[in-house]
């Protein structure tokens, strides 16, 4: 991490509302420049709402949420992406019409030091192999794939992933975690929503344990042998 004195990253009382119905009652948390943070917990505790709710995609929301230099609380919608935050959806919003390098060429350059096409394909040769593809023609781990290549040209600061592996087949997931620990060794930083505990705890620097809208507790990986009591009482595992 080059510099843990200041995150990229901060997180104060974060609140977020579907209609009236409150979703996340005082989130805290803090990502650091070159880490990978994992958010973890049951179905529903509020981990896909948190990453919605630092992108601007829930329209009710207050609390404090600062990237670099930037409150995003004032910052458009459209705008947000521009600053450097990428978000890959569980659902992946892949579109069917277009081929994958036209998928992969669609997200605008937000700034410099992304990928080529050439490093992207050269980290994922599923997608060279297919590139005249349509895109929901790919595998579920290809569509996975391709949802976070096309991020990785636009020169993000800030990967935000939504469940990167659910629904894989253990060999596609094994690939992810290898990708995961490419973009690591790049200085990327990451925000990782993940149900599967033993595939997170093989990539992230640290974790939150959430539960009903509130992060519990924060902790490194290097703590997770005295955590699994907790681990397992809170996502029963």
Request: neutral net charge; without cysteine; aromatic residues 6%.
């Amino acid at each position: 991490m080059s510099d843990r004195a200041q995150p990229l990253l901060s997180v104060r009382g974060l609140q977020a509302w579907y209609g009236e119905s409150q979703a996340l009652h005082g989130v805290d948390l803090d990502i650091f420049p070159g880490e990978t943070v994992t958010l973890l917990g049951r179905n529903g505790v509020g981990k896909t709402t948190t990453l919605r709710a630092i992108m601007g995609l829930l329209p009710k929301r207050s609390g404090t949420l600062r990237f670099e230099d930037h409150d995003l609380l004032k910052v458009p919608l459209h705008r947000v992406a521009r600053l450097g935050l990428g978000f890959v959806p569980e659902e992946r919003g892949i579109f069917a019409s277009l081929s994958v390098e036209e998928n992969l060429l669609l997200p605008p350059i937000v700034a410099p030091g992304g990928m080529s096409v050439e490093e992207i394909y050269a980290l994922f040769p599923n997608l060279k192999e297919r590139r005249q593809s349509g895109g929901t023609q790919l595998s579920g781990g290809e569509q996975q794939m391709l949802a976070i290549a096309r991020i990785l040209r636009s020169g993000v600061k800030l990967l935000l992933l939504d469940e990167p592996t659910e629904g894989l087949a253990p060999v596609i997931v094994q690939r992810i975690g290898e990708i995961l620990q490419v973009l690591k060794a790049r200085g990327m930083t990451v925000l990782l929503v993940e149900q599967n505990f033993r595939f997170a705890a093989k990539v992230a620097d640290r974790f939150y344990l959430m539960d009903h809208g509130r992060v519990l507790d924060g902790f490194a990986v290097a703590e997770l042998p005295d955590r699994m009591a907790q681990m397992t009482q809170t996502l029963g595992v």
